[in-house]
T-cell receptor, first 111, second 119 residues
Framework: QKEVEQDPGPLSVPEGAIVSLNCTYS??????FMWYRQYSRKGPELLMY????GNKEDGRFTAQVDKSSKYISLFIRDSQPSDSATYLCAMRLYNTDKLIFGTGTRLQVFP | DTEVTQTPKHLVMGMTNKKSLKCEQH?????MYWYKQKAKKPPELMFV???????INESVPSRFSPECPNSSLLNLHLHALQPEDSALYLC??????????????????FGPGTRLTVL
């Protein structure tokens, strides 16, 4: 079993839809959770960073962490074609340099 | 400013060549990282430098040699690579909370990557 599971997609939605991206993890010791967006042939760009259960909102993006279920989500409201990219979840333990990534979900938003 | 820069953007090299990848950040971050990313896969950690000292080597072959000349620069020296080493090489940096090695680190900011092709 992988430490972090993420559906690779592709996920195809119409412009304006609400998108839900999810990751599950097996190690209950993970403390910090991140979402990165990666456009084709570019480096990952940090979108959201959380360390506690609950919701964190930033513009059209909401990150949700449920530590009891070992489940994290990223919601994108009013999705735009420019949101078309691969979304990577990542997490790490309290006292380590190493990020554990999900495999990434490829999102396509069509006009 | 959360910018990490990498040069070159693209690199094509033969298996006998020696080349270097460069990474620079001016955010005052004291931890820097090299990752390798193959197509449709997540980044794989290669090396971590904390306070200019190598703190993690993820059992990377010796044909990859990292160097951290100062707190803003990170190099990856390449020699005798194989075609399967072709990938996107990403640099990242992060703040280090506290002093010394092995203490909690803040999140990582990535550069745009160098796309390496080994012929």
């Amino acid at each position: 079993q992988k430490e972090v599971e993420q559906d690779p997609g592709p996920l195809s939605v119409p412009e304006g839809a609400i998108v839900s991206l999810n990751c599950t993890y097996s190690n209950s010791a993970f403390q910090y959770f991140m979402w990165y967006r990666q456009y084709s042939r570019k480096g990952p760009e940090l979108l959201m960073y959380t360390y506690s259960s609950g919701n964190k909102e930033d513009g059209r993006f909401t990150a949700q962490v449920d530590k009891s279920s070992k489940y994290i989500s990223l919601f994108i409201r009013d999705s735009q074609p420019s949101d078309s990219a691969t979304y990577l979840c990542a997490m790490r333990l309290y006292n380590t340099d190493k990020l554990i990534f999900g495999t990434g979900t490829r999102l396509q938003v069509f006009p | 400013d959360t910018e990490v820069t990498q040069t070159p953007k693209h690199l094509v090299m033969g298996m006998t060549n020696k080349k270097s990848l460069k990474c620079e950040q001016h955010m005052g971050h004291r931890a820097m990282y090299w990752y390798k990313q193959k197509a449709k896969k997540p980044p794989e950690l290669m090396f971590v430098y904390s306070y200019e000292k190598l703190s993690i080597n993820e059992s990377v072959p010796s044909r990859f040699s990292p160097e951290c000349p100062n707190s803003s620069l990170l190099n990856l020296h390449l020699h005798a690579l194989q075609p399967e080493d072709s990938a996107l090489y990403l640099c990242a940096s992060s703040q280090v909370k506290g002093l010394g090695l092995g203490l909690p680190l803040d999140t990582q900011y990535f550069g745009p990557g160098t796309r390496l092709t080994v012929l």
